[in-house]
C-alpha cells in the first residue's frame, strides 16, 4: 500500500470509530433531555405552575433531531414529526412569554 492509501484508511477508522462513540452519547444525552423535561413539566403542573419552558426545550429536542433526520434521509415521518414539533416549541415559546411561570 502506499503512504497514502494508509493514512486514508487510518483515518476513516478514526472517523468511524469517532462516530461509534459520539453517536450513542448524543442519544443518551437526548434521552436525559427528554427524561427531565418530563418530569419538571409534571412537577410545574402539579404545582400549578407553567410547563410552557419545559416542553418546549423537549419539543425543540425532537424536532431538531427528526429534521436532521429528514434532511439526511428524506424520509416522509421525520419531516412531519419534526415539523409538528418545531411549531409546538414556537408556540410553547410564545406562550411562555406571554403567560410566565403562572399557568
Known amino acids: 500500500m502506499k503512504k497514502e492509501e494508509v493514512l486514508n484508511k487510518n483515518h476513516k477508522d478514526l472517523y468511524e470509530e469517532e462516530l461509534n462513540i459520539s453517536l450513542p452519547s448524543y442519544r443518551l444525552a437526548g434521552a436525559v433531555v427528554v427524561f427531565l423535561s418530563g418530569i419538571f413539566s409534571f ?3 402539579l404545582n400549578g405552575e407553567s410547563f410552557y ?4 426545550i423537549f419539543l425543540a429536542y425532537i424536532a431538531t ?9 428524506h424520509e416522509k415521518m421525520p419531516l412531519y414529526v419534526g415539523a409538528l414539533a418545531l411549531i409546538s ?5 410564545v406562550l411562555f412569554f406571554i403567560r410566565g411561570s403562572s399557568v
Do not use: A, D, R
Not at 416549541?89 to 415559546?93: D, Q, V, Y
Open 43 to 45: 412537577w410545574s403542573v
Open 53 to 56: 419552558g419545559y416542553s418546549t
Open 65 to 73: 433531531t427528526n429534521l436532521y433526520q429528514y434532511k439526511k434521509s
Open 89 to 93: 416549541s414556537i408556540l410553547g415559546t
